[in-house]
């Protein structure tokens, strides 16, 4: 299997299974003397990790990172690192195999079991395999890295904005509620109302699906390309890799297609520091395929978990007819740990832009 790395001169290369002995990743393109520590990394990895809480799946990971290579303790006795590959260990410890033994020869409807069979003539029945959520900690610890190369200046923070018909009221938004609730919602009041919904839903054994949204603030102009190389083409594709999306926007995105010229164009004045100021920011902090020095906003919508109790009919890797349920420990509503992986492929995406930019044109910008 091929095209297991994402990115140009920072490059996330993952590896590993979701019922194999440990996962992981291989960061290339960092550049040295970057404080590192396998603490910087946890704390992002905690946010993602599975069994938090009623509403994710129940599979206990501790998913502690070590890492492997690419540190050295400087003289002062910071951990940084050298610039070569950093490699990072995530050892899985609650896999349960079994729960999928019965399906091992039927394709589960809405998942890859089918489409990977078609292509290779195997698959990894076992959780889905490489096709599993549990790959996305990898990259969640690739976008801890990315964060220490984009420094401080730029800060990266996603939120659940909708699960099923019911979205957030955009007026109660406060990024400092998000930490506080398992939804990582920034409406506090939404919180009650989607806690009651998602508990019928799993009692009901079934799924629904979520939309994650993902705002950089910081990011300077200037990062992208015109053409082939732009900021939100990259974007795009990175949400678009996530297991289970389905839709991405930048800025306004579909809703565009109401809005008259007048309306969407983010008209500019003079700010008060003598700098471009926009009046609004339907582009989604990207013009031409450029930031423009305006937030980031990046939605992506995250179909419903496709492993559930209620029986789907299907067919077998002999073509036979059959019915199947699908046991284990699954997320109701897999968009809820969608919301850290959004933040890191976010990250990744303009770690990698920084490093062109500067590749390109120097301390320019």
């Not at 409807?109 to 096709?131: C, E, I, L, M, N």
């Not at 990315?146 to 420094?151: C, M, N, P, Q, T």
């Not at 806690?195 to 910081?218: C, M, N, Q, T």
């Amino acid at each position: 299997m091929s095209h297991n790395t994402f990115g140009h001169l920072f490059r996330m290369t993952t590896w590993g299974e979701s019922h194999g002995p440990a996962i992981g990743c291989v960061v290339d393109g960092c550049p040295p003397g970057l404080p590192l520590t396998a603490e910087d990394i946890q704390t992002d990895l905690d946010r993602r990790k599975p069994g938090q809480s009623r509403f994710t799946t129940q599979r206990r990971e501790a998913d502690e990172v070590e890492i492997l290579s690419g540190v050295v303790t400087d003289a002062q006795g910071q951990q940084v690192t050298t610039g070569t590959p950093i490699s990072l260990l995530i050892r899985n410890t609650d896999q349960r195999s079994k729960d999928y033994g019965e399906i091992k020869d039927a394709f589960r409807p809405g998942h890859a079991d089918f489409t990977y069979w078609s292509k290779y003539g195997v698959r990894d029945h076992r959780g889905g395999g490489r096709s599993s959520a549990r790959e996305t900690a990898s990259r969640v610890a690739a976008g801890a890295i990315a964060r220490k190369v984009l420094g401080p200046g730029i800060v990266i923070r996603g939120a659940l904005v909708r699960i099923g018909r019911l979205a957030i009221d955009r007026s109660r938004w406060d990024w400092n509620v998000v930490a506080s609730n398992p939804f990582f919602s920034p409406d506090p009041g939404i919180v009650p109302e989607w806690e009651r919904y998602l508990d019928d839903v799993r009692k009901s054994g079934s799924s629904i699906g979520a939309v994650v949204e993902v705002v950089a603030e910081g990011v300077p102009a200037g990062l992208g390309a015109p053409l082939y190389g732009k900021l939100d083409q990259d974007l795009a594709s990175a949400m678009m890799s996530i297991n289970a999306v389905k839709g991405v926007e930048i800025g306004a995105g579909m809703s565009a297609a109401e809005l008259t010229g007048e309306a969407n164009a983010d008209e500019i004045r003079r700010g008060a520091d003598g700098k471009p100021h926009f009046l609004s920011n339907h582009a989604g902090g990207v013009l031409g395929g450029i930031s423009s020095g305006q937030p980031v906003v990046c939605r992506f919508a995250v179909k419903p978990t496709s492993s559930i109790l209620t029986p789907r009919q299907t067919i077998d890797s002999e073509g036979n007819e059959t019915e199947i349920v699908t046991k284990g420990r699954h997320d109701p509503c897999v968009g809820i740990r969608a919301v850290p992986v959004g933040e890191a492929m976010m990250a990744l995406v303009l770690a990698d832009h920084l490093l062109r930019h500067r590749a390109q044109n120097g301390n320019r910008g």
